[in-house]
């Protein structure tokens, strides 16, 4: 569904999915979980003071910072991912206002966007499919068939 309707997201789940390091997330080992987090589009007019939002770095790695300012000559907003350190961030990088974390329906629906997740969960399907017609109904049409070959040799034994 995706890839057919990429705009089905935005309108079902309110904005669209993003891989993304929650706002105040804890550092463990010098890493931090990201989690998938629903974002909106957002303009620069429509950004507000202490408004979470989803900013790019020079990485690719999408973070939720806390909005502390907002420079409107220069086209930035000024963010702080902790609180402490405050950064200037322009416009351009900023991937849209978050909104919440996705649920696991949220989770699926980002999984199916990416082509290898969508390639492994279809392969999951027609795994369970196989299973399924293998276990239940292979077995309970050969138990049918034994049985009426055995019900017709006892009407015949009887005759």
Request: glycine residues 6%; negative net charge; aromatic residues 14%.
């Amino acid at each position: 569904m995706p890839f057919l309707f990429p705009n089905v997201s935005v309108r079902v789940f309110n904005g669209h999915q993003e891989f993304a390091v929650p706002y105040d997330s804890e550092v463990v080992d010098s890493r931090v979980k990201r989690r998938v987090v629903c974002l909106n589009e957002v303009a620069l007019d429509g950004i507000t003071v202490n408004q979470l939002v989803a900013v790019k770095d020079s990485e690719w790695i999408i973070w939720i910072e806390e909005v502390l300012a907002i420079d409107s000559l220069n086209n930035q907003v000024i963010t702080s991912f902790d609180g402490v350190i405050a950064k200037h961030i322009d416009f351009e990088n900023v991937e849209g206002a978050f909104i919440r974390e996705a649920n696991i329906i949220g989770i699926f629906y980002y999984c199916a966007s990416m082509p290898i997740c969508l390639a492994i969960m279809t392969f999951c399907f027609a795994g369970a499919i196989f299973v399924g017609y293998n276990g239940f109904v292979k077995n309970k049409r050969d138990f049918i068939k034994k049985f009426k070959e055995n019900y017709a040799n006892d009407e015949e034994i009887q005759l």
